[in-house]
């Protein structure tokens, strides 16, 4: 898979710092709408990305309805583990 990958991580800033997949960029959920016309720039495909899966299930959503295809990554550490497992493949 060589297709560029945008991951969102909507988790807040302290949460970022504590822990975030190498690369993504930190938006937190209140703050998404903020961003759209920025995420509508983004080539390639979009990944959301929280804790548990809960927020960016919210965010997901909110992208959707602005016509925006993302898909939902659930926990960044699930998104971590997908992109270590794709780069041993």
């Known amino acids: 898979m060589?297709?560029?990958?945008?991951?969102?991580d909507v988790r807040s800033p302290m949460e970022y710092m504590s822990g975030h997949v190498q690369g993504s960029v930190n938006i937190p959920l209140p703050?998404?709408?903020?961003?759209m016309d920025e995420i509508k720039q983004m080539e390639g495909d979009i990944v959301v990305c929280c804790a548990s899966g809960m927020r960016s299930a919210q965010a997901q959503r909110l992208l959707q309805h602005e016509q925006i295809n993302a898909s939902n990554g659930g926990s960044w550490m699930d998104v971590q583990f997908a992109i270590h497992k794709e780069e041993t493949i």
Request: proline fraction near 0%; avoid cysteine.
């Open 2 to 8: 060589n297709q560029k990958v945008n991951i969102i």
């Open 31 to 35: 703050e998404l709408h903020a961003h």
